[in-house]
């Protein structure tokens, strides 16, 4: 038989079959799309590319998310995807199979054309995978199945190994973070850069045995800006699809190439550091339990790179946008100032006990964060209504996001868009709204490091606040609503124009 019409005939099949199970399933197909066609799928490109120039991407898709629905098509360049900001098929995707089926009852859990209701769907990265390698290699961002089973249960034991929870590990670099705040004292000062080198200190300490001493005065960040340009075209190539490979700069390798020999001074210096001192002091104990683990030393550099930006990056973000709020919101500060006045006093000695008696800096922080294979079955989504199941052919692209998600009226009320911590206060909107709030992501893949992330910047927050007691917006700073700020996306997300402040005594 001709190749060609072998090809043909295994497409069709593959149609019938797909709308067989649709069928059988109850599906219906989705509604609403952006993008479509050549033509219009190359203005919806050309607008998202001048949008992320701007630093607006966010800000000019919301209004296109909020229309198309929360279960919607997204097509570009002849590609077609499927797209959602529902709890409930964002719970389908990252679920494992034995919690959907306790969870959302037989109907409602994703089937495949081979296997039972209960096993789960064969959910991969695709083309993440070949996007982010240049950068990352093999490590969390990057892999499925067995080999991303392998990476987290090798970084989960150093998490489970640093002794965090006392906030002892913190305090050196807090009081240093401190102190170079104190330097600048009544003046105008952008704290995201301070905050990025701090979270580099800290998890180059308390993960790799040693701090990089980036926010030491003086001391050059060359690591951190090739990081940040090697990930801003990384998340481009995301966006591309199967058409990363057009991004393929000199200066984007080159920057992916100095991230790696960082990483690569890592290594070298613990397995020298184990190889002197000998088995028993081993101050390098993550790095060198990668390599007892994996014997490569490309293959732990590529682990450290994984680690280091979600260590640096999301946390720095997380910090920044606390802070570019607070001072946009005096009566949530002045509130936030005095509950932690009333828990520390002059104390400077932070731990888990006192953060847990500043409920409203929780609230804070949590209100802060919403800034910050084969054919399946959506339990949602399809119909007029968006409530039928939703067939998700086999090889089709699924993407979820929580910055929509956590932005829409009907889960968080019609002041959504708006920075209201108290939302939190009395703790019944996490139980109504579920996975409606996911800033750690969710089931398997959730946030190695969350609790980690949480209380170090519960403690930035509390001993800022509590050094300086005025923190004011700059009277050049522009106020836009939450949301409409100029906003950088590489893998994570920060704001394009810092957290500039004013702090005082």
Not at 235 to 256: E, G, N, Q, S, T
Not at 368 to 384: D, F, M, R
Request: charged share 25%; glycine share 8%.
């Amino acid at each position: 038989m001709d190749p060609t019409l072998l090809l043909v005939l295994l497409v069709i099949s593959r149609q019938q079959s797909e709308s067989a199970f649709a069928s059988e399933q109850g599906c219906l197909p989705v509604q609403n799309a952006l993008g479509g066609g050549w033509s219009l799928g190359m203005r919806f490109v050309l607008r998202f590319i001048v949008a992320i120039s701007e630093g607006r991407l966010l800000t000019h898709m919301q209004p296109w998310v909020d229309d198309a629905g929360p279960t919607f098509e997204l097509r570009m360049l002849g590609n077609e995807g499927t797209v959602t900001v529902d709890p409930e098929n964002i719970k389908t995707i990252l679920s494992p199979s034995k919690y959907r089926k306790g969870e959302l009852g037989e109907q409602q859990t994703p089937c495949t054309r081979r296997r039972p209701c209960s096993s789960p769907p064969d959910f991969v990265y695709g083309q993440r995978r070949n996007a982010l390698l240049p950068l990352f290699g093999e490590g969390l961002f990057t892999q499925d199945g067995s080999a991303w089973k392998h990476s987290r249960e090798l970084v989960r034991k150093q998490f489970v190994r640093i002794q965090y929870n006392n906030l002892e590990v913190f305090r050196d670099h807090v009081e240093l973070l401190i102190s170079r705040l104190c330097q600048h004292k009544d003046q105008v000062l952008d704290l995201f850069p301070l905050f990025q080198n701090f979270t580099m200190d800290t998890t180059t300490s308390l993960l790799f045995g040693e701090s990089a001493e980036t926010l030491q005065e003086g001391s050059s960040d060359d690591f951190g800006k090739n990081l940040n340009k090697a990930s801003w075209w990384s998340a481009i190539r995301i966006a591309l699809a199967y058409l990363y490979w057009l991004v393929c700069f000199p200066h984007f390798y080159k920057a992916c190439d100095s991230v790696r020999a960082y990483a690569d001074h890592w290594v070298k210096k613990a397995l020298d550091d184990r190889a002197s001192r000998g088995v028993g002091q081993n101050k390098y104990e993550f790095i060198t339990s990668l390599y007892d683990e994996l014997n490569d030393r490309r293959l732990v550099r590529e682990q450290l790179v994984n680690v280091l930006l979600a260590g640096r990056d999301t946390t720095a973000g997380l910090m920044a946008y606390v802070f570019r709020l607070l001072v946009r919101h005096p009566d949530v500060l002045a509130r936030l100032r005095k509950e932690v006045e009333s828990v520390m006093g002059d104390d400077a000695q932070v731990d888990k006990s006192k953060i847990q008696k500043m409920p409203w800096l929780k609230c804070v922080i949590t209100e802060s964060k919403l800034e910050a294979g084969n054919a399946t079955v959506l339990p949602q989504g399809g119909g007029k209504d968006g409530k039928s199941p939703l067939l998700v052919p086999k090889y089709r692209g699924l993407g979820y996001s929580p910055y929509f998600m956590h932005r829409r009226k009907d889960l968080y009320g019609e002041d959504a868009h708006e920075f209201k911590p108290e939302r939190w206060e009395d703790g019944t909107l996490h139980e109504k709204i579920g996975w409606g709030y996911l800033p750690f992501n969710g089931g398997p893949r959730i946030c190695l490091g969350q609790e980690f992330a949480l209380l170090e910047t519960s403690y930035v927050t509390a001993r800022i606040v509590q050094t300086f007691p005025r923190a004011e917006l700059p009277h050049d700073e522009k106020v836009v609503p939450p949301g409409e700020e100029r906003q950088i996306i590489t893998i994570t997300m920060y704001p394009a124009d810092g957290c500039r402040v004013r702090l005082s005594e």
